[in-house]
């Protein structure tokens, strides 16, 4: 039965991208060795980060005065990695909690420096962007999270900023376009959009290189990955790898102004479900629901059970929400070919037939 | 033609793995997803990460009041988190200088506290193990590289420590028994006896948990992950899984034991070349050789190119020296097959034997 992978990360990659990192395990560049057993410093790897790096920049048009970094560590490491290279002894981070993975950042950087609490949705356990809020000038940086998985928000515009913008971009990077410019520092893990779990992309402009002052462990120094061009140490060959597949993948349907147009489409045939079907409830604000993560509650939430069997029993796999907001999740990450929307969208609507 | 992968790491791994590997990309436990697309929360992987630890433990031997994590970062982000995690702000560690990554570790503990550098044997360009050093009962703990792949050396015994022993095992991990009970630490990058770049192995004993005292960013607190049991975060899916099956392997072949005397039968087929065949000099001191990295020299070095290019023609693979030690560096990792080993041989008479 073919599956239809929901799920909300590590998320669904292409086909073609799987098949090719499936063969480079067993040899890569008919080398007559694996990918995995290739040292990092040979012609072979070079050309895979070198590539990467490229597909990047081009995918997102990051201009020439930024860094481009595969890390290991996930988004995680980087709450701790932003403020201690971002945030000087006595300084203060703006920071808007959008989520709890804003919330965990703010909690490592509250072990660098002061935080200041811009704005924040949990009044409405996060069902909405705060907006309007003000950016004192003194900030050392501006902390923002765009695509919250969990609760199913997005912002869609950024706000215009007198102070260094950082963000994380970890669930929809490479969705829609962005304006790199406008950031001193972007960060995403890659197990949504971009490739497995195992690597860190990270987008920094170089002056913001160094800029906290402070004496910094050398792996968690950015400088010491621009310096070592990603290879200070061993890389994680694999997931880089699979990463350069995945941007090859992208680009060849037409980079990122193409999938936007089919992550919006994808997301106006679901929630145009969600809001015309009485069994089903979109629960982020509509203003702010985001393309990559649906989600919704039953009107009949004594029906959540049943409703979840049939999904399995169609192969709709990984849309059971987040424990913290609960009913249902459906993460349409880029791979997600539109035929699953459809799919989910045809079940939804033989499941409040039956239950009527 | 056959390739001998004698690469200093990420090294060779096992064929029967690379194929495993390979078919998990495609699908995993027949689900129809690819194992690079799954939950790191579902129960695929619950049992994928559950067995690995499983096998470590019961191919090390490792007592229950320890603690085993698959994390990120590789050894270079060890040598900060020990101190973070180990030293007192004022206190003192104690290392062993056996070669550039002991002090690349030695690096990060003096930005977290004081170190006391025992023994090292930077005179000689690390050829040898110093011993016979005195440990400080006042030290936090001692540091010790197990194996040195720069320049082929390896700790034969470990030194009573009145202090907490940490060990960097990085690159002779599985290839011997060792008695961890004597370790209140042991770290080690996967890419060299146990998988794929992109993890790193870490025992510790779960009293040496919270030990400094100090304030430490979450992700690199060891008791972050051993309360998360390694999934704080999402972790390394395919490199943890490639771990499981490289010990699933070892397991089969008899484990540790057992591949410690195909190790010694291969360094002994290799050292008794380099020793008898005069076109051949050993860089390393004989009693502290290491089994896994085999390090010489040619007595011609003006033939060096002219043996890289014979190597090359036998598709015998990564044997060019360390740019600091020059000459040739064989490594000889646990799934070298003993076959390699002698076409290596084969090749050093064949070459000595055209040059004289």
């Given at each position: ?148 998985t969990i609760y199913g928000t ?15 971009m970890s669930s929809d990077i ?183």
């Amino acid at each position: 039965m073919k599956k239809h992978n929901f799920g909300a990360g590590p998320g669904i990659l292409p086909k073609e991208v799987l098949t090719q990192a499936s063969k480079a395990v067993i040899d890569i560049n008919n080398s007559g060795l694996s990918l995995l057993e290739i040292s990092h410093r040979s012609g072979d790897f070079d050309a895979i980060m070198a590539r990467s790096k490229e597909l990047v920049k081009e995918l997102l048009g990051v201009p020439d005065d930024y860094s481009i970094l595969f890390l290991q560590g996930g988004a995680s490491l980087q709450f701790a990695m932003v403020p201690m290279n971002l945030l000087p002894e006595n300084g203060t981070a703006a920071y808007v909690q959008t989520g709890v993975w804003a919330k965990k950042a703010m909690k490592e950087a509250k072990m660098m420096g002061n935080v200041d609490v811009l704005a924040s949705s949990e009044d409405k356990n996060y069902n909405y962007v705060p907006k309007g809020y003000q950016i004192p000038s003194s900030s050392a940086y501006l902390h923002l999270t765009s695509n919250n998985t969990i609760y199913g928000t997005q912002m869609k515009s950024y706000p215009d900023s007198p102070v260094p913008v950082v963000c994380d971009m970890s669930s929809d990077i490479f969705s829609c376009p962005v304006d790199v410019s406008k950031f001193d520092l972007i960060y995403a893990g890659a197990q949504k959009n971009m490739g497995p779990a195992g690597t860190t992309l990270v987008i920094i402009k170089n002056e913001a290189l160094e800029r906290a002052g402070r004496k910094i462990p050398t792996m968690l120094n950015y400088k010491t990955h621009v310096d070592g061009d990603s290879m200070f140490n061993t890389p994680p060959v694999f997931a880089i790898y699979v990463c350069m597949l995945t941007l090859e993948w992208l680009k060849s349907i037409g980079g990122v102004p193409a999938i936007q147009k089919i992550n919006e489409k994808k997301a106006a045939l679901l929630y145009n479900e969600i809001d015309n079907n009485p069994m089903f409830n979109g629960t982020a604000a509509v203003e702010d629901r985001s393309l990559m993560n649906a989600c919704f509650l039953l009107s009949r939430p004594e029906l959540d059970q049943e409703f979840l069997k049939m999904c399995k029993e169609s192969g709709i796999i990984g849309v059971k929400g987040h424990r913290s907001v609960g009913g249902f999740r459906a993460s349409m990450y880029n791979a997600l070919p539109y035929e699953s929307v459809e799919a989910l969208v045809k079940l939804m609507k033989e499941f409040s037939m039956k239950t009527v």
